[in-house]
């Protein structure tokens, strides 16, 4: 890292060298070695995984200092393309207004994404876009932001106690379930045994596996959850838990992840056991909607990580201008099938 670090700054002094030689400020120099270090997120990142926050925090950094803000990004887990997509939406915004953002990934670790965060702020940034791993182990780091009066704008997942955001942006979570739970109760009206792979820790996660309960319910047809498993919205580990689950409930009518990958790894473990129940998740990534066609991948509670990213970043934008914004702005999330996915595509997020 050292290595690295000593040669852009001789490239850098290089290439402002020469600058002032051809009559180039060293400030637009310095401003394009700094463009050129960074890589913008994929917002269609199927087979790509994000940077680690700690490889780009240093680019970053430098970037900061050629002038404009400084904000700062924690999401559950970079490598979710979901997350990749979204990130991705701020920086654009963000980068578009002259400004830098610093990105880190705590990897779905509660401890860590604290520590980050105290990192971020003794790195300066100024505001904060926030999605928690846990919805109440992140507290202590609001509590760090708000002593240093830097304001919070959530995303996508609910904090403990919402007063600490300016503003939060996020999908219906309650609706993206219940769709999926009204879909499954009309194909399957005879009922059956059905296996649920929550993650209790994450808000949105609860919100989507509870409208999905709900909605079963209120179908009036009988479902049985004979497992019910924390899949830490992780598809490897969804794997493993499906996998246990389905060989000693091989009779299951249907399984709910609660977000794409956690279905993506249920399928993968029903493909491998010759099973075939229906297979629900919540996303609508471009992965799940390429398998609706003639699979047992039935459906997603598609939600947009670009609109997100996008609609908080400019809200943002428009409080520090000045501007009244509204503290909770809901997205739409609905049902994508085998019946409609044509109409959104496989090759990207909606």
């Not at 990142?45 to 900061?64: G, K, Q, R, S, V």
């Not at 920086?91 to 990192?119: F, H, K, W, Y």
């Not at 791993?133 to 106690?161: H, N, R, S, Y």
């Amino acid at each position: 890292m050292k290595r690295k670090i000593l040669s852009v700054l001789l490239c850098v002094s290089m290439v402002a060298a020469m600058a002032a030689g051809c009559g180039s400020s060293t400030e637009d120099t310095a401003a394009d070695a700094a463009t050129t270090e960074e890589a913008p997120a994929e917002e269609s990142a199927e087979t790509e995984e994000a940077a680690p926050a700690e490889d780009t925090a240093e680019a970053d950094d430098a970037a900061a200092s050629e002038g404009g803000r400084t904000f700062g990004y924690t999401c559950m887990d970079g490598t979710n393309p979901f997350f990749v997509a979204l990130e991705g939406a701020i920086r654009e915004v963000v980068e578009s207004n002259g400004d830098t953002l610093v990105s880190m990934d705590p990897a779905n670790d509660s401890n860590t994404q604290v520590n980050q965060i105290e990192d971020m702020i003794s790195r300066g940034v100024e505001l904060m876009f926030v999605n928690p791993v846990d919805a109440d182990g992140i507290i202590p780091a609001l509590d760090m932001l708000k002593q240093a009066e830097i304001p919070m704008f959530g995303f996508d997942t609910e904090v403990g106690d919402m007063s600490y955001l300016v503003s939060y942006a996020g999908s219906d979570n309650y609706n993206a379930g219940y769709v999926c739970g009204e879909d499954l109760a009309k194909k399957i009206p005879e009922g059956g045994d059905i296996l649920v792979l929550d993650s209790p820790t994450m808000q949105s996660v609860t919100d989507r596996t509870n409208g999905f309960l709900d909605a079963i319910e209120e179908s009036g047809v009988t479902f049985n959850i004979v497992g019910q498993q924390d899949a830490q919205g992780n598809q490897q580990v969804a794997n493993e838990k499906a996998t246990d689950l389905l060989t000693a409930h091989p009779d299951v009518v249907a399984i709910f992840g609660g977000n794409d990958p956690t279905a993506l790894g249920a399928y993968t473990a029903a493909d491998a056991a010759g099973l075939e129940p229906l297979i629900y998740g919540v996303d609508g990534s471009p992965d799940v909607k390429a398998l609706l066609k003639d699979t047992m991948m039935e459906g997603t509670g598609a939600q947009s990580p670009i609109t997100i990213g996008k609609t908080i970043a400019e809200t943002a934008y428009q409080w520090l201008n000045g501007e009244e914004v509204e503290s909770y702005i809901p997205i739409e999330t609905f049902l994508v099938t085998a019946d409609n996915v044509d109409e959104y595509g496989t090759d990207g997020w909606q």
